[in-house]
T-cell receptor, first 114, second 111 residues
């Protein structure tokens, strides 16, 4: 596997379910990001992890819970979601420390909450 | 926070035509990227260009940081160029390298 991978690619869940999204980067980066892309809206940054430590939480509801067990893996745990949480969830990675540089994105997980 | 505006919001081209997409931003930045989002949602890196000019095949980009804008040029467009083009900017600080995205330009290239 190369680049940034995300699983699953598609997910349908009920409002009472608990599920997790997984992201893995194979680029040797040490920062990882979760973005949300809703229809007709720009990408919204949700969380930032740098060196496995959460450094940003953009007022995201607690029903979204991120986890970064190591610099290559990032999870987004979902529970008690609402229909308006249906969106494309994108993971990205970059070299965070020392200088601004490119972010590389995974293919996304398209989430539908019923 | 930094505001990012892209124009035009929508663009329809005939195959073979050229186009220019614009990105304006409201504050100084030291990170600027152009992405192409394909119909399946994948964001593909086109350019990392906080300043200057770069070219990659039929695509080129120019950022004039002092005037707070960037341009993406697409020449001899092909149907595979269709999709949404995003500009994203950032101002590096601390331990993060976060990007702020514009609303995108939706490009449709017709055969």
């Amino acid at each position: 596997e190369t680049g940034v991978t995300q699983t699953p690619r598609h997910l349908v869940m009920g409002m009472t379910n608990k599920k997790s999204l997984k992201c893995e980067q194979h680029l040797g980066h040490n920062a990882m990001y979760w973005y949300k892309q809703s229809a007709k809206k720009p990408l919204e940054l949700m969380f930032v992890y740098s060196l496995e430590e959460r450094v940003e939480n953009n007022s995201v509801p607690s029903r979204f819970s991120p986890e970064c067990p190591n610099s290559s893996h990032l999870f987004l745990h979902l529970h008690t979601l609402q229909p308006e949480d249906s969106a494309l969830y994108l993971c990205a990675s970059s070299q965070a420390v020392g200088y601004p540089t490119s972010q590389y994105f995974g293919p996304g997980t398209r989430l539908t909450v019923t | 926070g930094i505001q990012v505006e892209q124009s035009p919001p929508d663009l329809i081209l005939q195959e073979g035509a050229n186009s220019t997409l614009r990105c304006n931003f409201s504050d100084s930045v030291n990170n600027l990227q152009w992405f192409h989002q394909n119909p399946w949602g994948q964001l593909i890196n086109l350019f990392y260009i906080p300043s200057g000019t770069k070219q990659n095949g039929r695509l080129s980009a120019t950022t004039v940081a002092t005037e707070r804008y960037s341009l993406l040029y697409i020449s001899s467009s092909q149907t595979t160029d269709s999709g949404v083009y995003f500009c994203a900017v950032g101002r590096y600080g601390g331990a993060t390298n976060k990007l702020i995205f514009g609303t995108g330009t939706l490009l449709a290239v017709q055969p």
